[in-house]
């Protein structure tokens, strides 16, 4: 086959987008079965008390209703967490947060669900609220879990900090807050359960289906063959969707009954339950030498988990292996410790706790470039980690690190070349500032932690292929990027491609779709699969005719041998005609570190991923508001697969991460959370989206699927403080908790101007 046309680096079409843009597509709360049931789940309605008594007795007399489920109607374990199952399926005998599940009802319709949910009888102990998670950590702090509010706590030191204090020409010191951020999908959580015999099926969005299965499996009290997850499309993910939300109760209630189960949040419901990005408070002392090299940081993170573990401990660590940013930092003393309150559940939201500590380590900078009198990007480039260099944990970089790259192209965009003369305004009631920042994220789940992706691949009769594979596209596109990899491999159109996507009943395990390993694992294993696929496919032809002298060997579009080329569709014929089936299977896994640092499980990562941002915004001198008027979004994605693939995350990353900086922010009072619609909770809107630019620097990466690597989590962290730095070169403002406040601004600009506006 001759002129075959590179696919890799394409702006093709993500292949869903059609039936979404159109309303074809039907996501899991879109499913309707015949027969079905309604669910509904009673909630606690404070956030900590010790239950005396839970009578369910008349709803279940209530006509219509089919059923209604307890902690003492779960057939097998009462408990669930990816990291630690201590989250209960029902609680029994005591609540942690409010709206944490009690029961689950099955009725004929919601109004009777809704009736019997007001028989349900609750009589509660209420226990002392825990929702500040510095006074949860005194000694006279009442308990969340009985062994103690903290959940995880971890040291890392590496070099002396200690000898560099004295010697330092200059030291700087600040507590940084960020508060909690909701993942704020279209699509709230929901889906249907349906039992066949002794198996079920829960149809749910999910960021990791095989994990799903095994937990419910569990919960259930049957093997995983027994458990079918069917978890693909999905509207929207970042993260809120790796650990379980209504799955286990989902699980539960079709079980108990013999018709199919629908179970929905309410919008209001996903806000108060749903898993959110973790508020931390990040305490840093920064240390310099006279020519602006990095001596030493001293770290410490606290932040808030919520009621129950989820991915607390882990997103501590990732926090804490990123908490001396992009930067060659000699001497560390980190500590990070995950803390229980009543507050709403917090878990994995992209970035996995990187955004905070970037936010953190990125006003370090500018703070010290400040006092130091040096440009900000010289600042940078002066300590930015390099392959071969040492991490702040004390690992050795051993893979590429595009620091450098991004950063110097920060220097030659425009936005930063010319950005005095981006400041200037007509407006005398508008001021304007331009700021910058850089981020790196470890790519995969770490070291310790199983990180494996098996896909499969299959020549059908007709001549086309499908893909087999577990992990879902949560809507960034990952499936278009790996199809254009394994089309590439083949030498074949994308269109020749069929996928079949997070279904355990016939997809392998190519592990979560998180961590922005995606494109990475599964493309490797996609290239291997296609290898196995068309060794089977020449070992095939072969047998058929092993007279013929020669050896077939792939080429793209088919097979060249004895018999000359043999196209995709022909060999599928040959194969079909003697009933023969080519298929096979790739695993690949994740690479890691050699080594694992003492004391932090899942750490250090060996491979990262590096964005740069360039932001320029508009302060409103009236009203204080915040205006981000462009950005230059500069990631280091190695060889870009889907260049329009590669903008939307830029986009999308950006648009998150200016919202995390100017407006988003979950209020709680007493562990209720206040703000639960749109209406209260803000978010950017397309009318609020800046200009975009995204600009990738091309470093491949060897070991990557055509050197790729992910890009998923890091477009949105230094985007965020590359915000608040613009706020300070426009108003003076040295913002230290995010979002940065209309009050905060206003304060500033009266103190520049001495109370004159």
Not at 132 to 150: E, M, R
Not at 618 to 627: K, Q
Request: aromatic share 4%.
């Amino acid at each position: 086959m001759s002129g075959f046309q590179c696919l890799v680096g394409s702006p093709i079409p993500r292949v869903d987008a059609g039936d979404k843009v159109q309303g074809i597509t039907r996501y899991m709360t879109d499913l309707h079965f015949p027969g079905q049931l309604a669910g509904r789940l009673v909630r606690a309605e404070i956030p900590h008390g010790k239950i005396l008594r839970l009578d369910v007795s008349a709803a279940r007399k209530l006509p219509g209703v089919h059923a209604v489920v307890t902690a003492a109607d779960v057939p097998g374990r009462n408990g669930y967490g990816i990291a630690v199952a201590d989250q209960p399926v029902f609680a029994s005998e005591k609540v942690r947060f409010l709206g944490e599940p009690l029961a689950g009802i099955v009725a004929d319709t919601d109004e009777i669900a809704r009736k019997a949910e007001k028989l349900v009888v609750v009589e509660y102990a209420p226990l002392p609220v825990v929702s500040d998670p510095v006074k949860a950590l005194s000694p006279d702090s009442a308990l969340v879990d009985p062994a103690g509010n903290l959940h995880q706590e971890t040291l890392v030191s590496y070099g002396d900090v200690d000898s560099v204090w004295a010697e330092a020409h200059l030291i700087v010191e600040n507590t940084c807050q960020t508060s909690m951020q909701a993942p704020a999908y279209l699509e709230v959580e929901g889906g249907v359960g349906v039992r066949e015999g002794d198996s079920v099926t829960i149809y749910f969005a999910s960021q990791h289906p095989d994990s799903d299965r095994q937990a419910i499996s569990e919960i259930l009290n049957l093997s995983p063959d027994r458990v079918r997850i069917v978890g693909y499309p999905m509207g929207g993910a970042f993260g809120g969707r790796v650990d379980m939300t209504l799955q286990p109760h989902l699980a539960v209630m079709s079980y108990a009954v013999s018709r199919p189960v629908k179970l929905v949040n309410s919008r209001e419901d996903s806000f108060q339950i749903s898993w959110k990005r973790h508020p931390m408070i990040i305490t840093m002392k920064t240390a310099v030498d006279r020519q602006g090299n990095l001596l030493a940081n001293q770290v410490d993170i606290l932040s808030d988990t919520g009621a129950y573990a989820g991915m607390g401990g882990a997103v501590a660590n990732l926090a804490l292996e990123s908490s001396c940013g992009a930067y060659r930092v000699p001497n560390t003393r980190l500590r990070a410790r995950a803390v229980l309150t009543n507050n709403s559940l917090s878990s994995a939201m992209r970035g996995f706790g990187v955004p905070q500590v970037t936010f953190a380590m990125e006003t370090q900078m500018e703070i010290l470039a400040e006092k130091l009198g040096m440009d900000p990007l010289e600042l940078r480039l002066r300590n930015a980690l390099k392959t071969g260099d040492t991490g702040a944990l004390g690992h050795t970089l051993t893979h590429t690190m595009g620091v450098v790259p991004t950063l110097e192209k920060v220097g030659e965009t425009d936005l930063w070349v010319n950005r005095e003369q981006y400041k200037k305004t007509q407006n005398p009631w508008r001021i304007r500032g331009v700021g910058m920042a850089v981020s790196i994220q470890g790519l995969g789940l770490g070291v310790g932690l199983p990180d494996d992706s098996i896909t499969g691949v299959r020549l059908l009769p007709d001549g086309s292929f499908q893909l087999c594979i577990g992990c879902p596209d949560l809507g960034q596109g990952s499936i278009t990027a790996l199809m254009q990899i394994m089309a590439e491999a083949l030498g074949i159109p994308v269109d020749r491609i069929r996928t079949h996507c997070g279904d355990t009943g016939c997809t392998p395990d190519s592990g979560p779709s998180v961590a922005s390993r995606t494109v990475y694992a599964s493309g490797n294993s996609i290239l291997r699969a296609v290898s196995g696929l068309q060794e089977t496919i020449c070992q095939e032809l072969h047998n058929l005719n092993p007279r013929e002298n020669g050896i077939w060997q792939p080429v793209p579009g088919g097979v060249r041998g004895p018999g000359g080329f043999l196209s995709f569709p022909e060999i599928a014929r040959k194969l079909d005609s003697a009933g023969i089936t080519a298929e096979a299977q790739g695993k690949f896994s994740v690479p890691t570190a050699d080594k694992a640092v003492e004391g932090a499980f899942g750490l250090p990562h060996l491979l990262y991923s590096t964005v740069a941002h360039v932001a320029l915004v508009e302060v409103d001198r009236i009203t204080g508001a915040v205006h981000v008027l462009k950005a230059v979004c500069i990631p280091d994605a190695g060889t870009v697969i889907n260049s329009q693939g590669l903008e939307a995350q830029a986009e999308g990353g950006t648009v998150m991460g200016m919202g995390y900086a100017t407006m988003e922010e979950v209020l709680l009072q007493e562990g209720r959370v206040i703000t639960r619609n749109y209406n209260t909770y803000l978010i950017p809107t397309a009318k609020d989206a800046p200009e975009i630019i995204t600009d990738p620097v091309i470093v491949p990466e060897p070991s990557g699927p055509f050197g790729a690597k992910g890009i998923g989590e890091c477009v949105g962290n230094p985007i965020t403080p590359a915000i608040t730095n613009a706020v300070h070169d426009a108003v003076g403002l040295r913002a230290l908790r995010i979002p940065v406040s209309a009050e905060e601004i206003l304060s500033a600009l009266e103190s520049r101007t001495g109370g004159a506006q």
